[in-house]
């Protein structure tokens, strides 16, 4: 692994373990046995490095998204395999990781809404279309509007305030605010389908 690339890795487990803010370029440093004089040869600042790993995160995000709408049979499937992509991300993260990067570090902010609001949401629209045409999906849901009702779930999910960290968990959270969109949107058939994907027999 080169450097550069070291370094962003040893500076990414730091952020989501510890969150953005309380973790210094020392810090960094000493995790990685570095010096800071070998970190500010590939990057000016903090803010550049959480800035570098939002670009990589993303970019990795979509990559990961279109590989999983490939080998998915369905769109619940799909779903299902973007949460446990997710999960793995979501177990190890620190809440105030969003609020961090909201609060001291706005470019690297609005990569991550551009994406959201761009990208994801696209994909969403998309999704619910493709579930309509399988009919999983109840034909008189409007995809432009639940899209956008998905966007700001999530991002509610995250939200510390709305779900304070010491009394919720941000992957709990996420799960059940799935299972509620998932279950309004569904038609009968697709119901099944979220059952069987959750391994979960209900009387219908």
């Known amino acids: 692994m080169e450097v550069k690339e070291r370094i962003l890795k040893g500076a990414e487990e730091l952020f989501f373990r510890y969150g953005i803010r309380s973790i210094t370029m020392d810090d960094i440093a000493k995790h990685l046995s570095v010096s800071k004089k070998t970190i500010y040869q590939f990057y000016a600042d903090k803010d550049e490095i959480v800035r570098t790993m939002m670009k990589e995160k993303l970019k ?3 990559k990961n998204f279109c590989q999983i709408s490939k080998i998915s049979e369905n769109v ?13 991300t979501i177990g190890q993260l620190n809440p105030n ?8 570090h706005p470019d690297s902010w609005k990569l991550f809404k551009e994406f959201k609001e761009n990208y ?3 994909m969403v629209e998309d999704t619910l279309v493709r579930g309509k045409k399988q009919g999983l999906i109840r034909p ?5 509007i639940l899209s956008k009702l998905r ?9 510390p305030v709305v779900f304070p960290p010491d ?13 509620h969109f998932l279950y309004g949107i569904c038609t009968l058939k697709g ?9 979960v027999i209900e009387e219908e």
């Open 120 to 122: 994801i949401l696209g």
């Open 167 to 179: 009394k919720f968990k941000i992957l709990d959270v996420q799960i059940a605010l799935l299972d």
């Open 97 to 104: 990781i969003f609020y961090d990067m909201q609060k001291y």
């Open 151 to 159: 966007m700001e779930e999530i991002e509610m999910g995250f939200n």
């Open 76 to 88: 619940i499937e799909e779903v299902f395999n973007i949460m446990k992509q997710m999960q793995k």
């Open 140 to 144: 008189e849901v409007s995809h432009k």
């Open 60 to 62: 990795q995000d979509e």
């Open 191 to 199: 119901h099944k389908l979220v059952n069987k994907y959750k391994q």
